[in-house]
């Protein structure tokens, strides 16, 4: 895993054509929104088709920032090779409800090109990734 920012870690995963990466800590919007930028480049350089994103440090995302990631970031996404976004979420059932709100934002703009999936574990998150047809272990 590189650190690249003191608040986010990015892992290339070659061999499974996937991102991972880690929020580290808390952010502010403007690093949520860099770090997701930083993100959308390394998707478009290295066409993943998978990405796992842990999300355990952060809080719940404002209005403001979640209706920037369907319109600035899921907007540039579409037009990658990503075909899948696992959310893995801390326990907490407001970021729960949002990451299910952004997901259901990102559907009726976009469609489903991108299935996107919130979990509670890791391990479910990953294996839905190498089994996308099955959601049974999403949230």
């Not at 800590?25 to 690093?31: H, M, T």
């Not at 907007?75 to 075909?83: A, F, G, I």
């Given at each position: 895993?590189?650190?690249?920012?003191d608040?986010?870690?990015?892992?290339?995963?070659?061999?499974?054509?996937?991102v991972v990466s880690r929020w580290l800590?808390?952010?502010?919007?403007?690093?949520l929104?860099?770090?997701?930028?930083?993100?959308?480049?390394?998707?478009?350089e290295h066409q993943p088709v998978s990405w796992l994103m842990e999300t355990h440090h952060l809080t719940p995302l404002p209005l403001e920032d979640q209706n920037w990631v369907v319109e600035?970031?899921?907007?540039?996404?579409?037009?990658?090779?990503?075909?899948?976004v696992a959310l893995v979420?801390?326990?907490?059932?407001?970021?729960?409800?949002?990451?299910?709100?952004?997901?259901?934002?990102?559907?009726?703009?976009?469609g489903q090109k991108i299935q996107v999936e919130c979990f509670s574990r890791r391990d479910h998150a990953l294996f839905?990734?190498?089994n996308p047809e099955d959601s049974s272990l999403s949230l």
């Open positions: 895993m590189k650190q690249v920012k608040y986010l870690s990015v892992e290339l995963e070659d061999g499974q054509r996937r800590r808390p952010v502010e919007s403007a690093e929104r860099e770090g997701l930028l930083l993100l959308q480049h390394l998707t478009e600035s970031l899921a907007s540039r996404l579409v037009d990658t090779s990503l075909l899948q979420l801390p326990n907490d059932a407001t970021l729960h409800l949002v990451g299910d709100r952004i997901k259901q934002k990102i559907y009726t703009a976009f839905w990734l190498s």
